[in-house]
């Protein structure tokens, strides 16, 4: 959903500002939530709002398919409880930049780009060196899938099992 946290406005300004180096697009996938005017008003101001797309929710069948056509994601998220969509794109060999803030540090590890997600110009920055940096893009791609592969719901079950009996045995 695109909503405040996300952080959209920025990472549309962020973009706006190096779009001219490349011939790409943004593509801000999800339903409108709450609160969307400030994703509209950067939109309006983006010199490059014609590259600014916005194709709506997609089905779960149809995300690993546009993932995989992206050059990069870009998630900077202000804050999150987990942080899937970032290991999605990882789990399909597309390289992540994402926010330094909330879990995303743990979710991501080293196989992402972090930046942190109030500071524009870095994020632009990274947008940048990712397009530019072919080496350090095929870094990324190759070490997303592996990453996300350690990171299953069966792990997560057991991790949290495991923290329960271990609490069930400090009692």
């Not at 969307?36 to 797309?53: C, N, Y």
């Not at 970032?86 to 930046?115: F, H, K, Q, W």
């Not at 500071?119 to 190759?142: K, N, T, Y």
Request: one cysteine or more; aromatic letters at 8%; charged letters at 25%.
């Amino acid at each position: 959903t695109l909503e405040p946290r996300k952080n959209l406005p920025r990472l549309i300004r962020a973009w706006s500002r190096e779009a001219h180096r490349h011939d790409c697009g943004l593509v801000l996938a999800g339903r409108r939530g709450w609160r969307v005017e400030a994703i509209d008003e950067a939109v309006a101001e983006s010199p490059h709002s014609d590259r600014i797309h916005f194709p709506g929710f997609l089905a779960d069948e149809d995300q690993p398919a546009v993932l995989s056509a992206a050059e990069a994601f870009v998630w900077p998220s202000l804050w999150e409880g987990f942080g899937l969509p970032p290991l999605e794109a990882m789990a399909c060999g597309v390289p992540v930049i994402t926010s330094n803030a909330s879990s995303m540090p743990e979710v991501v590890d080293r196989a992402a780009v972090l930046v942190d997600p109030e500071d524009e110009e870095e994020l632009a920055h990274a947008m940048v060196r990712m397009l530019d940096d072919p080496e350090r893009r095929a870094w990324l791609q190759a070490a997303g899938p592996p990453w996300a592969a350690q990171l299953t719901w069966r792990q997560t079950a057991q991790g949290v099992l495991a923290s329960y009996k271990r609490a069930l045995q400090d009692k």
